[in-house]
């Protein structure tokens, strides 16, 4: 808070995992609140959370971590006294450092587009799903059965 660092940037919450409570991302919040900051991004991921060697994007794992994103930001207000700024949207080309390039660009185009309309819609509803599937050009996406 005395460098004066909060009223020029803010700090980027990232969380993975398919499903997580609002309770899991407080201690977070708690520690931007006590240096300063007013306002947060929370990050989320399409491709590359799930392993190193990934050669198909595991469709329901994205889902569910945007799902549980979305709960997470309409907690946000009485959890932390923070705005949310937005969400970082990412996708890993490598698990990390050492590893092979993580699934690529075209095999994880459906997860971004799942991605993407769970959040415009605040759910995977049906309108997100046919969005989903007419940009795509498909019938239909079993997300069940991505792994």
Not at 17 to 24: I, L, Y
Not at 31 to 60: C, I, M
Not at 84 to 92: A, E, H, N, Y
């Amino acid at each position: 808070a005395e460098s004066g660092i909060a009223k020029h940037v803010s700090p980027v919450v990232w969380f993975y995992a398919p499903d997580f409570e609002a309770e899991q991302i407080v201690p977070f919040l708690t520690k931007y609140v006590e240096s300063g900051f007013e306002a947060v991004w929370f990050a989320s991921a399409f491709k590359g959370t799930t392993g190193p060697a990934q050669a198909w994007t595991p469709l329901s794992y994205h889902l569910k971590n945007h799902l549980s994103w979305l709960k997470v930001m309409q907690a946000v207000p009485r959890l932390a006294p923070l705005r949310l700024q937005g969400v970082v949207l990412t996708g890993w080309q490598r698990y990390d450092h050492y590893s092979v390039l993580c699934e690529l660009l075209p095999v994880s185009i459906p997860s971004l587009a799942i991605c993407l309309q769970t959040l415009v819609n605040g759910g995977f509803t049906e309108e997100a799903k046919r969005k989903v599937l007419d940009v795509l050009g498909l019938e239909s996406v079993q997300l069940e059965q991505s792994t």
